[in-house]
């Protein structure tokens, strides 16, 4: 049970990190962009705890598994998230880019 608590908050803060260093800007659907997070905080977490275990022997597998969950549940998640994102974006419009340019100004 440990683990998979611990594995949430490690997914969780890790994919909110990717969403904002990389995804927010690069994707322009939000459920891409979230899904694609959540994989690379998975694959992240995974690959930092694999080189945790490592004892000599393959690690990689049994790191990834350990956050297989908690990426599913976070990925239900930012789903969910992503599908109300979309759904208000479409409602309301994206905004034009003369609109941000001058709220920078």
Known sequence: MGSIIG???????????WEWALF???MDDPVKGKLSS????????GTLA???MADGGPFFTA???I??????????????????ARKRIEEEGSPDL????????
């Open 67 to 84: 956050y297989l969950l908690p990426a599913l549940i976070i990925g239900g998640w930012a789903f969910y998230s992503g599908m109300k």
């Open 38 to 45: 959540v994989a690379a905080a998975w694959l992240t977490a």
């Open 50 to 52: 694999g080189f945790g």
């Open 24 to 26: 927010k800007r690069v």
């Open 7 to 17: 594995g949430l908050i490690a997914i969780l803060l890790l994919s909110m990190l």
């Open 98 to 105: 003369a609109d941000l340019a001058d709220r920078f100004e």
């Open 63 to 65: 790191a990834y598994l």
